[in-house]
């Protein structure tokens, strides 16, 4: 059922550093979102588009940047990686009436 | 924003017993997910249920819209059910914008 990816899977990562987590989807939908989780805890929204050239931030506060250039592809960007951004990031997308599906997810661990 | 608590936070059963995990929102909803977060950290989609009953194999969920509670019945569980249940539910105010997460149910099944 998974026809949405994310990668890297995993990261481990030195503070300052700038990162992309990369998230495609081959469904079509429109609509693309981006969660923050912290292990064992709820997801929160940090970014959200509906389609191309559409982005807004979400409920939580996030020093990362999107981008949707194209409506398969949402990438993440932080500019400068600091250990607070240590979490798991989940990427989704809907398309119209029907449910969310999500990716795998990106651990990321900044060290 | 709509607020969603799910009961109880901890389920420890052994394998073969049956459970109902329950989610309460605040605010009448078009989208109600219920999803399984398996130890790798991959969100899954059991259903997609804003109102009625839906079952798939052991899994079985009822959505009362109009009393906005949601339950997810497990059947004799076993060991590979054992994970954190999400509900997720989408307000009519913020709809196509975002789902919000309940804090979730750890569920452990012992063999």
């Known amino acids: 059922e998974a026809d949405i990816y994310q990668t890297p899977r995993y990261l481990v990562i030195g503070t300052g550093k700038k990162i992309t987590l990369e998230c495609s989807q081959t469904?079509?939908?429109?609509?693309m979102y981006w969660y923050q989780q912290d292990p064992g805890m709820e997801l929160h929204l940090i970014h959200y588009?509906?389609?191309?050239?559409?982005?807004e931030k979400g409920d939580l506060s996030s020093e990362s940047t999107v981008s949707r250039i194209r409506t398969e592809h949402f990438p993440l960007t932080l500019e400068s990686a600091r250990p607070s951004h240590t979490s798991q990031y989940l990427c989704?997308?809907?398309?119209?009436?029907?449910?969310?599906?999500f990716g795998s997810g990106t651990r990321l661990t900044v060290v | 924003g709509i607020q969603v608590e799910q009961s109880p936070p901890d389920l420890i059963l052994q394998e073969g017993a049956n459970s109902t995990l329950r989610c309460n929102f605040s605010?009448?909803?078009?989208?109600l997910q219920w999803f399984h977060q398996n130890p790798w950290g991959q969100l899954i989609n059991l259903f997609y249920?804003?109102?009625g009953t839906k079952q798939n194999g052991r899994l079985s969920a009822t959505t009362v819209a109009t009393e906005r509670y949601s339950l997810l019945y497990i059947s004799s569980s076993q060991t590979t059910d054992s994970g954190v249940y999400f509900c997720a539910v989408e307000g009519w105010e913020t709809s196509g914008s975002r789902l919000t997460f309940g804090e979730g149910t750890q569920l452990t099944v012992n063999p």
């Open positions: 249920i804003p109102s």
């Open positions: 469904m079509g939908h429109d609509k």
């Open positions: 989704a997308s809907r398309r119209g009436a029907y449910g969310y599906t």
């Open positions: 588009s509906y389609g191309v050239n559409s982005t």
């Open positions: 605010d009448s909803v078009n989208n």
